[in-house]
């Protein structure tokens, strides 16, 4: 396995999960709406994309590279751009340069998935989409029970 190849494994299947570490940071500095609307925007996105992979039942690309083993389920959207996307539009809602930086690393996810051979690029923008669709809305829901 190459340099190459280990960027890309870490990419798909790790990269997903640094992505809300970062609000521990905002909870320790006394913000932690944003680890709520982190959390909150995730789980929605998560459950939106699954939702309509149920309804939809897009099939994955036929061969996905041996590095990564077969990816089960249906493929539109992409539920880990999905959620990468809320979560890094949660933190641009409240930090924009943190927020781009994360967007970034959203995107890394995204072209990983299409790489590996387990999505499309159009998994990848449906998920994208959801993602940023939901983090606002989680976004005015925290903001209106915080009240």
């Not at 709406?33 to 996105?45: E, H, Y």
């Not at 939106?48 to 994955?60: A, D, F, N, Q, T």
């Not at 493929?75 to 340069?97: E, R, V």
């Not at 159009?122 to 989409?129: E, K, Q, R, V, Y």
């Amino acid at each position: 396995m190459n340099l190459l190849d280990i960027l890309l494994v870490f990419c798909v299947r790790y990269l997903i999960f640094l992505l809300p570490l970062p609000a521990l940071y905002f909870w320790f500095k006394k913000q932690r709406t944003v680890l709520w609307k982190v959390l909150l925007s995730s789980m929605m996105a998560l459950a939106v994309s699954e939702i309509l992979k149920y309804i939809i039942r897009s099939p994955r690309p036929i061969e996905p590279l041996n590095l990564l083993g077969g990816a089960e389920g249906a493929s539109f959207p992409s539920s880990h751009s999905a959620a990468a996307a809320a979560i890094a539009c949660s933190y641009w809602l409240h930090n924009h340069p943190f927020g781009v930086v994360v967007f970034l690393l959203a995107l890394l996810v995204g072209v990983g998935r299409v790489l590996g051979g387990v999505h499309y690029p159009i998994d990848i923008g449906a998920g994208l989409a959801i993602g940023v669709i939901v983090a606002v809305i989680a976004d005015h829901l925290v903001i209106y029970y915080k009240k």
